[in-house]
């Protein structure tokens, strides 16, 4: 199975702040690579699809890019709604595996 | 718009199978792969299998001996099957569609979830 890992594990941010994600693959997963934020309580909501390309209707403070196996989420001014658990997921090959998540909560 | 519901026992007694099913509404099961997850309490998500609208299937391994997902087109819902379950499957099940035909663009739309439970 492919690993994915995420750093950091949790991270305090301000209202306005930039805010950068790193998710990492074990192996080339090419551009399969998602990005998912959830909310207590409720479903993952897809950001990030193709490593880069945003999900129709949302805001384009959310941004994807990849370096070889390591990819980035970058919130460029993060909101009061951001604040989540943040999910990579590659699509490259089947199982699908995520990332352990990273938690974005208030400084 | 299209909205994915879970639905089952949220009781399972040890040993014995889970069963879920996800109902599509809003549009057509056809041409869509579909795909369960599954959120054990406090940790991370975890992929159970998908389906494509013919009816193809695609297992995790690590569940794939015990594992059963089929779908209804006529109804418009596809189901998850999972035997001898152990208190290790306690989890949230959630569905989701994978977006435009492909598994490869992420999944766009996903159920509420359901929590599953399982105890004696």
């Known amino acids: 199975d492919i690993q994915m890992t995420q750093s950091p594990a949790s991270l305090s941010a301000s209202v306005g702040d930039r805010v950068t994600i790193t998710c990492r693959a074990s192996q080339n997963i090419n551009t399969y690579l998602n990005w998912y934020l959830q909310k207590p309580g409720q479903a993952p909501k897809l950001l990030i699809f193709?490593?880069?390309s945003l999900q129709g209707g949302l805001p384009s403070r959310f941004s994807g890019s990849r370096s070889g196996t390591d990819f980035t989420l970058t919130i460029s001014s993060l909101q009061p709604e951001d604040f989540a658990t943040y999910y990579c997921q590659q699509s490259y090959i089947t199982p699908f595996t995520f990332g352990p998540g990273t938690k974005v909560d208030i400084k | 718009q299209v909205q994915l519901q879970e639905s089952g026992p949220g009781l399972v007694k040890p040993s014995e199978t889970l069963s879920l099913t996800c109902t599509v509404s809003?549009?057509?099961?056809?041409?869509?792969?579909w795909s369960w997850i599954r959120q054990p309490p406090g940790k991370g998500l975890e992929w159970i299998a998908y389906?494509?609208?013919?009816?193809?299937?695609n297992y995790n391994p690590s569940l794939k001996s015990r594992l059963t997902i089929s779908v209804d087109m006529s109804e418009r819902q596809f189901s998850l099957k999972l035997s001898s379950v152990t208190a290790a499957d306690t989890a949230v099940y959630y569905c989701?569609?994978?977006?435009?035909?492909?598994?490869?663009?992420?999944?766009?739309?996903w159920g509420q979830g359901t929590t599953v439970t399982v105890s004696s």
């Open positions: 193709g490593a880069s």
């Open positions: 389906i494509f609208s013919s009816g193809s299937t």
């Open positions: 809003g549009a057509s099961i056809s041409g869509y792969y």
């Open positions: 989701a569609r994978h977006q435009s035909g492909n598994v490869v663009y992420g999944m766009d739309v």
